[in-house]
């Protein structure tokens, strides 16, 4: 019964497509939909952890024009162009399960269906931009405006989540989760698109050296990067926590986050400062 409820709630399109995927149909009949939906919403984090690194990776051959020339011409690749691609989905998903999370936590929105058709249809709305915008190659936006506008977009909705949960007895990581969340929701998907709407720059280590060295680009970039690894770091102990048997285990791989995290925070601290 639970299952026939939440095949019509997810929504009744999806359903057959759903049904057709035996590894999440066959978790779906025994947990149910959001229990699969809640481990994509983590396996969509851990990819776009391992696509910051990538990048970070790709960004420190700046200095290097030659190898950060030869980053490019392989980024350009038909499948990285298609791994590129299937992270603005990855993004625009797990960006917008996370708003329905802190909708339902922080602000009682309780119709779970109604915002899971969002997520799906948004998402796949976003991808679609960002597809047609890698096929024209032909748009350009001003670095400048194009952050100010997203940059205080996410501010106002980090502020606004803030606000909301500040009072509430909850540890002070806890709330640093959603809030980060909330400013990432626009920077992130924001961040992805600039580089689809500006690909000369994108692929040019001269131009690409000037919207980095601008001071306020520079600050935005450095928030986004710290928001994110924060935000990686938390996801990646709250699946230990759940998860790993022992206290024990549990301290130690939280250790083993916080020095992991710590080092690529300061590798994208430096870098970004240092371009």
């Not at 999440?24 to 984090?45: C, D, N, P």
């Not at 249809?121 to 506008?149: C, D, K, R």
């Not at 689809?196 to 680009?217: D, R, Y």
Request: proline share 3%; aromatic share 16%; with cysteine.
């Amino acid at each position: 019964m639970r299952l026939e409820e939440e095949s019509q709630g997810i929504s009744a399109p999806l359903w057959p497509i759903l049904e057709k995927m035996p590894f999440l149909s066959r978790y779906a009949k025994t947990r149910g939909w959001y229990y699969v939906i809640s481990w994509l919403h983590r396996f969509s984090g851990i990819w776009l952890f391992i696509a910051l690194l990538v990048h970070l990776y790709t960004l420190s051959s700046l200095q290097t024009p030659d190898v950060f020339l030869s980053d490019m011409k392989i980024s350009i690749q038909p499948t990285f162009l298609f791994l590129a691609w299937a992270s603005s989905l990855v993004v625009g998903f797990h960006g917008l399960n996370g708003c329905r999370l802190i909708l339902y936590e922080l602000f009682g929105r309780r119709n779970d269906a109604e915002m899971t058709r969002w997520v799906f249809g948004l998402s796949t709305g976003y991808a679609a931009m960002v597809g047609l915008m890698m096929i024209m190659e032909n748009q350009q936006a001003s670095a400048f405006f194009f952050w100010l506008i997203a940059f205080f977009t996410g501010a106002i909705l980090a502020y606004v989540v803030a606000s909301r949960i500040w009072k509430r007895r909850h540890s002070l990581l806890w709330k640093l989760q959603r809030i980060s969340g909330a400013f990432l929701l626009i920077t992130v998907p924001a961040y992805l698109l600039f580089w689809f709407l500006n690909p000369g720059e994108a692929n040019g280590t001269h131009e690409t050296i000037l919207w980095i060295e601008n001071v306020f680009t520079r600050l935005v970039f450095l928030s986004v990067a710290i928001s994110a690894i924060y935000h990686a770091g938390y996801g990646l102990f709250s699946i230990a926590a759940d998860y790993l048997p022992s206290r024990i285990t549990k301290t130690g791989m939280t250790a083993l986050i916080t020095v992991v995290m710590t080092v690529v925070a300061v590798f994208a601290f430096r870098l970004i400062l240092c371009v």
